[in-house]
C-alpha cells in the first residue's frame, strides 16, 4: 500500500494511523531539515499531541535549503507528507503513520518559497535539524564565525540567502517590516546549549546586514534550549523492505528507531508553542543538566564504542557492546572518566544512565552501523569528547582513556581498518583527517595540532602524553592488544 490520505483509511489494525482529522490542521512550525531524526522525534510528539485532540493549528511545514532537500519532499509531497516511522524492540516491530506534517516548501536555490512562507504570520515556531557541523561555528573560539565563506556571501546577497540562517534573518526582516511578531526559532540538533548556538548565528548573521535588524532579533526574538534523544539509524534497502514486507508498505523513505524517545526543553517561547507537556516533553530551566549527561555519556559513548569496534571490523552497535574488549574499554572510561564531571537529573543518576544507554545501544533490532556513529568526529569530537579531558585536567584526574579513544580516532582517520579494508570518506574533512593521522603516525603531535578540534591540550602533558603512549602503541601492536593493555591497567 502506498502511503496516501485516502489508504490511511484502511489501514491494517496493526498499524496505528492519525486518530485525527489531518485536513482539520493547520500550519505552525516550519522545520527544516527533513532528515530521519526529526520525524522520529518531534514530528512523533506533534503526532502524540494532535491525537490527544490538542493544538491543531501546530502542525508542521517542511523545508530545507540544500539541494538534496529536494529528494526528500518529492517523496513525501508524493504520500500527502505522511511518514512510516517504525519502532524496533529487540522483541518486535511496530509501525506507525505520522500525519503531523501537511506541507513541505519548494526547495530553491536563493530560498525565496522559505522565506515566503516564514514570513507568514501563522509560522509562529521555525525550527532546525541541520547536523551538528550546521552552525558555522569557529571551533577555536566556540562562536559564531562571520568570516565563513557562505555567511559572507549571504551578508552581501541577503536578499538571496543560501544558508539557513540567512533565510532565517531575512524572514525575519520581512516581519518586522510588516510589523509581525518574530517566530522562535527552536533547534533540536543535538550539540551543547543548541538555543544560544542558533542564537549566535542568527543574530551574528543578521548584524553583518543590519545592526538595527540584529538589535531587534536579540530583543524580540527567542531562541529555546533543548536536549533531543533517539537512536535513529539511516534509511537503506533494509528498512525499505522491512516496512513492505513486514507491513505491506510501499515507503521509499521509512523510518526506524528505537523504542526509546527523550525531549528536554526551556519554556521558552516569543510567539506561543504547542502544549508539548501533554505530549510527553520535559519542560525545565535546568536543560543543560540533562544535555550534559546526555551529550558526554551517550554521544561520547558512541565515540568510544564505534572507533575501536569499526578497526576491529565490527560493523553494528550492537555487536560492538557485545564484543568484550569494546565493552570493557567503554565501560571503564565512562565510570572513571566521564560519570565524575555529570550531574544526577530528578529522574536518573550518572550511573543508572549508562545502564540505560548500554542497554539502548544492545538492541539488536536497531541495527545501527559503527560507520554512521563514527561519522563527523572532526565537529563531533569537540563537543562530546574534548569537555570530559578538560574538565579532567581540571580535576586533576586521569584522561588515560579518553586519550586512547582520540588515539583510536586518529588511527582510524588513517584511511584503513586493521584488516587493511579501505575506509570510505566518512567526514566533511575527511581528506585534511587523512593526511594528519599519516603523519601522526611518526609524529603523533600533528593529531593534537587540530587546534580547531583540540585547542591547546598539545601543550598539556596529562593528556598529549598518554594520547602519544597510546597511538604509538596502536600502530605497533593493534587495536585488540591496546585495548587489553589499557582494560588491565
Known amino acids: 500500500m502506498r502511503l496516501s490520505n485516502s489508504a490511511i483509511t484502511g489501514l491494517p489494525g496493526s498499524i496505528q494511523g492519525p486518530t485525527y482529522d489531518r485536513a482539520a490542521l493547520t500550519t505552525g512550525i516550519v522545520h527544516i531539515g527533513l532528515g530521519n531524526f526529526h520525524r522520529a522525534h518531534q514530528a512523533v510528539y506533534l503526532d502524540d499531541l494532535f491525537s490527544k485532540g490538542l493544538d491543531h493549528d501546530w502542525a508542521i511545514c517542511g523545508a530545507g535549503v540544500r539541494a538534496p532537500d529536494a529528494g526528500m519532499r518529492d517523496a513525501l509531497m508524493a504520500q500527502d507528507c505522511l511518514s512510516t516511522v517504525i519502532e524496533l524492540s529487540p522483541e518486535d516491530a511496530s509501525a506507525r503513520i505520522i500525519g503531523a506534517m501537511i506541507d513541505f516548501v519548494e526547495v530553491a536555490p536563493d530560498n525565496g518559497p522559505l522565506i515566503a512562507r516564514i514570513s507568514d504570520a501563522s509560522i509562529r515556531i521555525v525550527s532546525l535539524t541541520v547536523t551538528e557541523g550546521g552552525y558555522f561555528v569557529d571551533a577555536g573560539t566556540g562562536t559564531f564565525d562571520p568570516t565563513h565563506p557562505d555567511i559572507v556571501a549571504d551578508a552581501a546577497n541577503p536578499g538571496a540567502p543560501r544558508t539557513v540562517f540567512g533565510a532565517i534573518v531575512a524572514g525575519l526582516r520581512a516581519r518586522k517590516d510588516a510589523g509581525i511578531k518574530p517566530f522562535t526559532v527552536m533547534s533540536c540538533d543535538n550539540l551543547p546549549g543548541n538555543g544560544t548556538v542558533t542564537r549566535d548565528a542568527v543574530v551574528g548573521m543578521a548584524r553583518l546586514i543590519d545592526p538595527a535588524l540584529a538589535d531587534w532579533i536579540a530583543l524580540e526574538v527567542t531562541f529555546p534550549n533543548s536536549m533531543v534523544d533517539r537512536i535513529t539509524p539511516a534509511t537503506g534497502d533494509r528498512e525499505r523492505a522491512l516496512a513492505r514486507e513486514t507491513f505491506g508498505l510501499d515507503d521509499p523513505v521509512p523510518v526506524t528507531c528505537e523504542p526509546f524517545r527523550q525531549w528536554v526543553m526551556e519554556d521558552n517561547f516569543c510567539n506561543g508553542r504547542p502544549r508539548f507537556e501533554e505530549a510527553g516533553v520535559t519542560l525545565t530551566s535546568e536543560v543543560h543538566t540533562y ?199
Open 291 to 489: 544535555e550534559r549527561m546526555k551529550i558526554r555519556i551517550l554521544n561520547g559513548g558512541h565515540a568510544i564504542i564505534a572507533y575501536p569496534a569499526a578497526l576491529l571490523g565490527i560493523e553494528y552497535a550492537h555487536e560492538a557492546i557485545a564484543h568484550p574488549l569494546v565493552r570493557g574499554f567503554f565501560r571503564k572510561v565512562e565510570t572513571e572518566e566521564v560519570l565524575p564531571h555529570v550531574a544526577p537529573v530528578p529522574e536518573m543518576t550518572p550511573a543508572a544512565y549508562l545502564e540505560l544507554i548500554e542497554s539502548r545501544v544492545a538492541n539488536p533490532a536497531v541495527v545501527d552501523t559503527t560507520r554512521r556513529l563514527c561519522h563527523d568526529g572532526s565537529n563531533r569530537q569537540p563537543k562530546f569528547i574534548v569537555p570530559s579531558v578538560r574538565d579532567g585536567i581540571r580535576a586533576g584526574i586521569s584522561v588515560n582513556g579518553l586519550a586512547l579513544l582520540s588515539a583510536l580516532w586518529c588511527r582510524y582517520c588513517a584511511g584503513q581498518i586493521e584488516s587493511g579494508a579501505e575506509i570510505a570518506p566518512n567526514d566533511p574533512s575527511w581528506d585534511m583527517l587523512v593526511a594528519t593521522a599519516q603523519e601522526a603516525r611518526s609524529r603523533p603531535r600533528a593529531w593534537l595540532e587540530m587546534s580547531d578540534v583540540y585547542g591547546d591540550l598539545a601543550q598539556m602533558p596529562a593528556f598529549s602524553e598518554r594520547f602519544e603512549y597510546w597511538l604509538r602503541m596502536i600502530w605497533q601492536t593493534g587495536t585488540t592488544a591496546t585495548l587489553e593493555t589499557y582494560i588491565q591497567s
